[in-house]
């Protein structure tokens, strides 16, 4: 029979609630640490905040209800109670690109604060390579008087979990371990053993952990960053897209991505900048060229919709999808951001659409919000996040649509063609 532990969750976002969750299923005691009060009391009540992550509003539920999880807003006080602590706060890039320790750092000086000889530490927030030795490692011993590898352990084990499907994922993906010694790395092998139902994969090192989580993210930017090219070229020459790309992926050895207007969330935009941070010159050109290419695409995209148009100054937009992706609410890195402030540079009127926010919470991005169940006047509309709500969307209501951007390869570009609507992409832009 698995061991029972006692763990503290620090951080309980999108990604930590559902770990907290998923944790108590396996009869441990959890306690999960929010630096918001909101987010303590409905864990401590029972709910889940966390909306479209399937499972994890009866998970909450059921374990709060079996006394298996419970909240709090004092990290000091949740490690001192626990046996291992798991970090889970996210570390984001500054203006500068460069990673901005604060919030990070603040969690782990709580978490040194409480720590107790013989106390596990796992970091699962993505990190640059070697932090886990020597940047977390310093602030615990340094909050808690002990030696790392001696008086507590510490290891790195990256989330690696999708928005919308994070209980599924935990059970399926493989969870990578890297300690920061062999003691560190068997301790953390049991515990997950003991937590999740996924394989548990033992690396040599934290560094080599952290490096697998940078490497499988920017490689998905890369890709990203090919589709895009290819697509341009492709598209320019009189290539279907949709069918050249699922032709070379027929072929095993192949495996690109779909291009689009841009690449949002917390991880693909973000952790390229944790290696490019740290190389030297000549070092991960391509890793830079990438994101170059994807951080420019929203700028290319709207200048061709502004040569579609005749020019932007005075057009109504609307701009369909605000989250990063589809199906999901989450506005962290969202193209739709930079496609906004660039249409209002352009001089044209932005309208918002988006069936997960609220109208206030749309209207505070400076847009006029719709409803597209009326007649709505539109120039141009842009497909920024295809979400399942516009796949019966009556374009009919959208009175006087000359073209429509489609962000992400998404539209069945016929239909809207036979109404004289126009249709640009990444791989058709205006023929003009």
């Given at each position: 029979?698995?061991?029972?532990?006692r763990?503290?969750?620090?951080?309980?976002?999108?990604?930590?609630l559902?770990?907290a969750?998923?944790?108590?299923?396996?009869?441990?005691?959890?306690?999960?640490?929010d630096?918001?009060?909101?987010?303590?009391a409905?864990?401590?009540?029972g709910?889940?905040h966390?909306d479209?992550?399937p499972?994890?509003?009866e998970?909450v539920?059921?374990?709060?209800?079996?006394?298996?999880l419970?909240?709090t807003?004092d990290?000091t006080?949740?490690?001192?109670?626990?046996?291992?602590?798991?970090?889970?706060?996210?570390?984001?890039?500054?203006a500068?690109?460069?990673?901005?320790y604060?919030?990070?750092?603040?969690a782990?000086?709580?978490v040194?604060?409480?720590?107790?000889r013989?106390s596990?530490?796992?970091v699962e927030?993505?990190?640059?390579?070697?932090a886990?030795?020597?940047?977390?490692?310093?602030?615990?011993?340094s909050?808690?008087?002990l030696?790392?590898?001696e008086g507590?352990?510490?290891?790195?084990s990256?989330?690696r979990?999708?928005?919308g499907?994070?209980?599924?994922?935990?059970?399926?993906?493989?969870?990578?371990?890297?300690?920061?010694d062999?003691?560190?790395?068997?301790?953390?092998?049991?515990?997950?053993q003991?937590?999740?139902d996924?394989?548990?994969?033992?690396?040599?090192?934290?560094?080599t952990?952290e490096?697998a989580k940078?490497?499988?993210t920017?490689?998905?930017?890369?890709n990203?960053a090919?589709?895009?090219?290819l697509?341009?070229y492709g598209g320019?020459r009189?290539?279907?897209?949709?069918e050249a790309?699922e032709?070379?992926n027929s072929?095993?050895f192949?495996?690109?991505?779909?291009?689009g207007?841009g690449?949002?969330?917390h991880?693909?935009?973000?952790?390229?900048h944790f290696l490019l941070?740290?190389s030297?010159?000549?070092?991960?050109?391509?890793?830079r060229i990438?994101?170059?290419?994807n951080?420019g695409?929203a700028a290319?995209?709207?200048?061709?919709?502004d040569d579609?148009?005749g020019?932007?100054?005075?057009k109504?937009?609307?701009v369909l999808?605000?989250?990063?992706r589809?199906?999901v609410?989450?506005?962290?890195?969202?193209?739709a951001l930079?496609v906004?402030?660039l249409?209002?540079?352009?001089?044209?009127?932005?309208?918002?659409?988006?069936p997960?926010f609220?109208?206030?919470?749309?209207?505070a991005?400076?847009?006029?919000?719709?409803?597209?169940?009326k007649?709505?006047?539109?120039?141009?509309?842009?497909?920024?996040?295809y979400?399942?709500e516009y796949r019966?969307?009556?374009w009919?209501?959208?009175v006087?649509?000359?073209?429509v951007?489609d962000g992400r390869?998404?539209l069945?570009a016929?239909a809207?063609?036979?109404?004289?609507?126009?249709?640009?992409s990444?791989?058709?832009?205006?023929?003009?």
């Open positions: 029979m698995s061991r029972a532990y763990v503290a969750v620090v951080g309980l976002g999108k990604i930590g559902p770990l969750a998923q944790l108590a299923t396996k009869g441990h005691t959890v306690v999960g640490v630096i918001n009060p909101q987010v303590v409905s864990v401590e009540a709910r889940s966390i479209g992550e499972g994890l509003v998970a539920r059921a374990a709060a209800d079996a006394g298996r419970s909240a807003t990290t006080d949740a490690t001192r109670r626990s046996e291992v602590a798991i970090v889970i706060v996210p570390l984001v890039v500054g500068d690109k460069k990673p901005d604060d919030n990070l750092d603040a782990l000086s709580a040194g604060k409480g720590l107790q013989g596990l530490v796992i927030t993505t990190l640059p390579m070697g886990t030795r020597k940047h977390v490692a310093p602030i615990l011993e909050e808690s008087g030696a790392p590898g507590f352990y510490l290891a790195f990256p989330e979990v999708y928005a499907r994070a209980l599924q994922d935990l059970a399926r993906y493989p969870k990578i371990v890297g300690g920061i062999a003691e560190s790395t068997r301790r953390a092998l049991e515990f997950y003991a937590s999740l996924a394989d548990v994969r033992v690396v040599a090192n934290s560094e952990a490096f940078l490497a499988e920017t490689y998905r930017d890369v990203i090919l589709a895009n090219q697509a341009l320019a009189g290539a279907d897209l949709k790309f032709a070379a072929q095993p192949s495996h690109l991505h779909r291009p207007i690449v949002g969330g991880c693909i935009p973000v952790y390229p941070s740290d030297s010159d000549g070092e991960l050109d391509l890793v990438a994101r170059d290419v951080d695409m290319r995209s709207v200048r061709w919709l579609a148009v020019g932007l100054a005075g109504r937009v609307l999808g605000l989250s990063y589809e199906d609410k989450e506005l962290s890195f969202s193209t930079a906004i402030e249409l209002r540079s352009a001089g044209a009127i932005v309208l918002a659409h988006d997960h609220s109208a206030s919470e749309l209207a991005l400076e847009v006029e919000v719709v409803d597209l169940e007649p709505l006047a539109v120039d141009a509309a842009i497909v920024q996040a979400h399942r019966d969307l009556d009919g209501r959208l006087g649509l000359r073209v951007l390869g998404a069945g016929a809207l063609r036979s109404r004289g609507i126009e249709v640009i990444v791989g058709q832009p205006p023929a003009r």
